[in-house]
Structure formats: C-alpha cells, structure tokens
T-cell receptor
Framework: DAGVIQSPRHEVTEMGQEVTLRCKPI?????LFWYRQTMMRGLELLIYFNNNVPIDDSGMPEDRFSAKMPNASFSTLKIQPSEPRDSAVYFCASKQTGGSGELFFGEGSRLTVL | KQEVTQIPAALSVPEGENLVLNCSFT??????LQWFRQDPGKGLTSLLL?????REQTSGRLNASLDKSSGRSTLYIAASQPGDSATYLCAVKDDYKLSFGAGTTVTVRA
C-alpha cells in the first residue's frame, strides 16, 4: 500500500490567498484526521471524519478553515483567506474504525504564508 | 481534557547506550497508546501500539510498557544507534481522538 498521500508537500503563498491541501487515505481506512503541527503548539487535531462524515471539527481554528471528504479516498482542507499565523505543517492521518486503532500519517504539507 | 507530557524534551547519548523515554497522561481511561517516530521534515511513523489491556509491546530493539493506572508509558530502545536519532512522540487514544505529547528529541552520538 502506498500509505497516506498528501499534496502539495510544500506551499508558499501570500496572505489573503486561498490554500487547498489534499489527502488520499489508505485504502480501506474509514477514519480520517487532519492535524496541524507547530513548534509552539505541537500536534493539534483539526477535524475528524468517519465514513466521510465530519464527526468532530471543534479543532478548526476559525471559519477561514474548512474541510471536506466527498468520498472515501479523498479529503481537502481549505484555508480562505490565509494568514501568516496559519504557517505550519498540516498532516493527514487515517485508520480503520475498530481494528487495532493504529493511526497512519502522511508526510505532511508544509505551508508558509507570507 | 487529556494532557500528555513527555520528559525529557531532549536527550543525547553515546552510541550503544540504552534509551529510556517517558510519557505520562492525566486521564487513565484510554483505549490505547501509540509511540511514533518523526524525522526532521517528515511525517510520523508508528513504532508501537499498546492496547489498554496490555502491559507491554515489543518490536526488535524497541519495548514499550504501559501502566494505565498510574498514567505512564515508557519506551525503551536497546543498544542505540545514530540512526535512532529522531523525535519520539507518544499519543493516547480516548474515544476516537489521539492526544499527543510534545515529544522527546533524541541524538545518538557516534
């Protein structure tokens, strides 16, 4: 299996621009998570989907952030408009609901907002 | 709210020495605990998963123990090598959510 695939790996954009990050979970995994990692705050859960349905979005910082999962093999995290404080590494992770509960991460998308 | 603490924040050892990394958590009602490794600029790689009913889990030179009642887990890495240099994070799962510690950054000196 190719693992969790994220794109782009690096994104540099200017304040005010829209940013879209993409994730393909491991085939057969029906739980998907978006995390954000910064030096100051470590890893923070942004949103959790189960069977393509958002279950917990309490970690989404504000209305500028939105996430979708239109099908079992694709999810997006969108920031509009972006701000410099959004600069971070955004990780997507997936697992099977039930089973061992082991969580698998993608390589991350490093976002820099100038 | 679950709080996960990892001490020390950084550790430097000579090659061959055994590593002991600590993780503590405040709410013992967990489903499992997972140890990850993160290399600079990379994602998190799962090392070991311990279910709440287990006391320890082993994989090669790695051994992780879990004492749920005291809210502690320890990751042991035997005979450390320079390739073990990385940041190690523990995460505890309650319900569906993983709560992460800040990690311990390990440097193994050749």
């Amino acid at each position: 299996d190719a693992g969790v695939i994220q794109s782009p790996r690096h994104e540099v954009t200017e304040m005010g621009q829209e940013v879209t990050l993409r994730c393909k979970p491991i085939s057969g995994h029906n739980s998907l998570f978006w995390y954000r990692q910064t030096m100051m705050r470590g890893l923070e859960l942004l949103i959790y989907f189960n069977n393509n349905v958002p279950i917990d979005d309490s970690g989404m910082p504000e209305d500028r952030f939105s996430a979708k999962m239109p099908n079992a093999s694709f999810s997006t995290l969108k920031i509009q408009p972006s701000e410099p404080r959004d600069s971070a590494v955004y990780f997507c992770a997936s697992k099977q609901t039930g089973g061992s509960g082991e969580l698998f991460f993608g390589e991350g998308s490093r976002l820099t907002v100038l | 709210k679950q709080e996960v603490t990892q001490i020390p924040a950084a550790l430097s050892v000579p090659e061959g020495e055994n590593l002991v990394l600590n993780c503590s958590f405040t709410d013992s009602a967990i489903y499992n605990l997972q140890w990850f490794r993160q290399d600079p600029g990379k994602g998190l790689t799962s090392l070991l998963l311990i279910q709440s009913s287990q006391r320890e889990q082993t994989s090669g030179r790695l051994n992780a123990s879990l004492d749920k009642s005291s809210g502690r887990s320890t990751l042991y890495i035997a005979a450390s090598q320079p390739g073990d240099s990385a940041t190690y994070l523990c995460a505890v799962k309650d319900d569906y959510k993983l709560s992460f510690g800040a990690g311990t950054t390990v440097t193994v000196r050749a």
